[in-house]
């Protein structure tokens, strides 16, 4: 499969969602694999386009 890696702040993520803030503290407790010294969260389902889109509302929420 193809992958696209973005790097995003936890805690913007954790900030707007119980979701993604569950997710993280759940993977605290484990040894997860990393990327150039972050941590990685795959996420099946979702497509890269549509993520990126909701980073950039959360990011620059003006700009919608």
Same mark, same amino acid.
């Given at each position: 499969? @193809?992958?696209? *890696?973005?790097?995003?702040?936890?805690? &913007? &993520?954790?900030?707007? +969602?119980? %979701?993604? %803030?569950? &997710?993280?503290? @759940?993977? $605290? %407790?484990? $040894?997860?694999?990393?990327?150039?010294? $972050? =941590? *990685?969260?795959?996420?099946?389902? @979702?497509? %890269?386009? @549509?993520? +990126? &889109?909701? *980073? $950039?509302? *959360?990011?620059? =929420? +003006?700009?919608?």
């Amino acid at each position: 499969p @193809d992958y696209c *890696l973005f790097r995003i702040h936890k805690f &913007l &993520l954790k900030h707007h +969602s119980v %979701a993604f %803030a569950n &997710l993280f503290e @759940d993977a $605290s %407790a484990v $040894s997860v694999e990393t990327y150039d010294g $972050s =941590p *990685l969260v795959e996420m099946h389902g @979702d497509n %890269a386009e @549509d993520l +990126s &889109l909701l *980073l $950039s509302y *959360l990011y620059n =929420p +003006s700009y919608v």
